[in-house]
């Protein structure tokens, strides 16, 4: 059992930290469950209750409901073992799909969407997960971004890989957090996870690719994706 679950990257750590994460908005809710009845025995019997207190009750342990189901969703993608399947795709293509994802956040935030795309070969890739994978970064770009930002996208080939670039002129980060992104559960959003670049590292290593990512605080991040066009 210890030998499959590493050959998954499922460490004893990574299980003791899933246990941290859950434990917290676990805590929270039962706290707030706990008062929120109470209070309503109160009220039951007469005494004077605030239903605004209560309502609050129940807004925050449903916030932490909300928050753990987006921890057990991403780790049921990171847990899944990740056998590609690939097929010959235009990148292009693939980007505008996950573009496409983010629709309702690239708008609401008035996000300009930027792209540079050169003529590209077809490149083998899976789509579905290179969708998913793009779409981490995109979401982080428009999280880190005021609104009405700019977000820029460039795709090149050059000697048999594809290099996709992802700008955005949000907040940056310092080099301390930049060297901890890739950490499952470093997150400095208290609604993230901390699995996305996890996640999409993961998906693109896959694919025999990378990522890297630039970042000045203040300033703004590049994240760049290199794929192979073609699988061994
Ligand atoms: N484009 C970006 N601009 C600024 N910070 C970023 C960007 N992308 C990632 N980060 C930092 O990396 C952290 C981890 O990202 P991620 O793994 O996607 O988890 P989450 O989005 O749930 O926080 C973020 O919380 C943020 O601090
Ligand atoms: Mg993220």
Redesign the pocket.
Do not use: E, P, Q, W
């Given at each position: 059992m210890p030998a499959k679950r590493k050959k998954q990257g499922l460490t004893d750590e990574f299980i003791a930290a899933v246990a941290h994460e859950i434990r917290n908005p676990l805590s929270s809710i039962k706290m707030n469950l706990h008062v929120f009845s109470r209070d309503l025995s109160a009220l039951g019997s007469g005494k004077d209750v605030s239903i605004p207190n209560l309502q609050e009750h129940l807004r925050v342990a449903l916030r932490a409901v909300d928050h753990l189901e987006r921890i057990v969703n991403d780790i049921i993608d990171i847990s899944r073992p990740v056998v590609p399947e690939f097929s010959k795709e235009n990148v292009s293509d693939v980007m505008d799909a996950a573009l496409l994802l983010a629709e309702k956040e690239l708008s609401d935030k008035d996000i300009q969407v930027v792209k540079k795309i050169d003529s590209l070969p077809m490149v083998e890739v899976d789509a579905r997960r290179m969708e998913q994978a793009l779409l981490?970064i995109f979401l982080?770009?428009v999280?880190?971004m005021e609104k009405g930002g700019r977000l820029n996208i460039t795709a090149a080939a050059d000697l048999g890989t594809i290099s996709i670039t992802v700008e955005?002129n949000?907040?940056?980060?310092t080099q301390e957090?930049l060297s901890r992104?890739f950490e499952p559960f470093?997150?400095?959003?208290p609604d993230?996870?901390?699995?996305?670049?996890?996640l999409s590292r993961r998906l693109i290593e896959r694919h025999n690719g990378t990522i890297d990512i630039e970042?000045e605080k203040g300033k703004g991040?590049r994240v760049t994706v290199r794929l192979p066009c073609k699988q061994k």
């Open positions: 981490n982080n770009s999280h880190a955005d949000g907040k940056g980060m957090v992104v470093f997150t400095t959003s993230g996870t901390g699995l996305g670049l996890t970042s991040t």
